[in-house]
């Protein structure tokens, strides 16, 4: 990590080709309920419009994109104290704190910005990324079993995690 | 028709798939304050989007209404899921009009939804999700629903909350 300048910053329309790359890869597309392009570009559109509100976030390392994450802002008035995010990482820069680090930044968003008193996810079941949930003092609350079921009948369960703001 | 009648037992009640016909009955229950409880929407412009949205399932043949003497009196969708890898399990939504209720209208909705879910749709899991204690939960329980899990402060309606609590049934599980 020396000498590179970490920066995270609201989403731009232009990180979409990052965000498509790294979910489009068949290492990380198993951990997202999305199977094709078609499904992941439509995806992506959702995502990088939470950015018009400033609720999605880009990490960079010396400008490049490396990280993005989003929160789902709610737009109903009874849901909008609570909210889903997401969060996804070059894999090629991980285990490096830049995961730990987009999360604090959204965390604090979420809190300062949106006034959020809770944050939740949905994570599946053998992601790694479950331990820095965990670590930053995410709670499961519930699981859904066999949530995802890929083409070759393989399913995943969904663990359900939340924090208190 | 009495209170104690069970509609279901009447040659008056029927059980046919949704119309766009039927939107103004939908939108008339969701106007009820007390319907309007059991759902995350609140304002007119909430829940007229959210009548959008569960009247646009109407077109895939995935809803039912009840009908008394040919006019609705319960609607009961799934709420289909859009991507590949969820397409085996669907979220679904009742409403009966407040005269309806207690006479087996829900009862009777929610079994033809599972058939619908179980055969048409080949669906292995159905879900419903209610908002803090409704009627609604012991009928599903005693329809073999079964509890998943509970959201604490999942809505918030001025300082108090309600939690979101998902009930689900398996047709065939794929563990």
């Not at chain 1, 559109?45 to 490396?66: H, K, M, Q």
């Not at chain 1, 997401?86 to 991980?94: E, M």
């Not at chain 2, 079994?111 to 599903?140: Q, S």
Request: a neutral charge.
């Amino acid at each position: 990590m020396v000498n590179k300048e970490i920066n995270i910053r609201v989403s731009r329309e232009e990180d979409a080709n990052y965000l498509f790359s790294w979910l489009n890869d068949p290492e990380v597309l198993p951990w997202f309920p999305l199977d094709n392009a078609r499904e992941i570009e439509d995806a992506i559109r959702i995502w990088l419009s939470y950015r018009e509100i400033g609720a999605a976030f880009t990490i960079c390392l010396n400008d490049i994109p490396v990280g993005m994450a989003v929160i789902y802002l709610h737009r109903y008035k009874k849901l909008r104290h609570q909210s889903l995010f997401a969060i996804i990482l070059d894999k090629n820069f991980r285990s490096q704190g830049l995961g730990s680090k987009l999360m604090h930044h959204v965390i604090e968003a979420a809190k300062k910005n949106f006034g959020l008193e809770i944050l939740h996810l949905e994570v599946y079941e053998g992601n790694p990324a479950k331990s820095l949930y965990q670590r930053l003092g995410f709670k499961e609350y519930g699981r859904q079993d066999c949530f995802l079921k890929e083409k070759n009948g393989i399913y995943r369960n969904k663990i359900n995690m939340e924090l208190e703001l | 028709m009495k209170d104690s009648e069970n509609l279901i037992d009447s040659n008056d009640f029927n059980i046919r798939y949704t119309t766009q016909s039927d939107e103004p009955y939908l939108k008339k229950w969701l106007e009820d304050p007390e319907v309007a409880k059991g759902f995350s929407f609140a304002l007119e412009e909430e829940r007229d989007e959210f009548l959008k949205i569960w009247m646009g399932y109407v077109r895939f043949k995935c809803s039912l209404t009840a009908t008394y003497k040919e006019v609705p009196c319960g609607i009961a969708t799934l709420f289909l899921m859009p991507y590949v890898k969820l397409i085996h399990q669907s979220m679904g939504y009742l409403v009966v009009d407040s005269l309806f209720r207690r006479k087996r209208v829900g009862t009777s909705l929610v079994r033809n939804l599972d058939h619908l879910a179980k055969n048409y749709f080949k669906l292995e899991r159905l879900h419903f999700e209610l908002f803090g204690e409704t009627p609604l939960e012991p009928l599903l329980e005693k329809l073999n629903y079964k509890k998943l899990f509970t959201q604490q402060k999942y809505v918030k309606e001025g300082s108090s909350y309600l939690p979101r609590i998902v009930l689900e049934k398996v047709f065939k599980d794929g563990q």
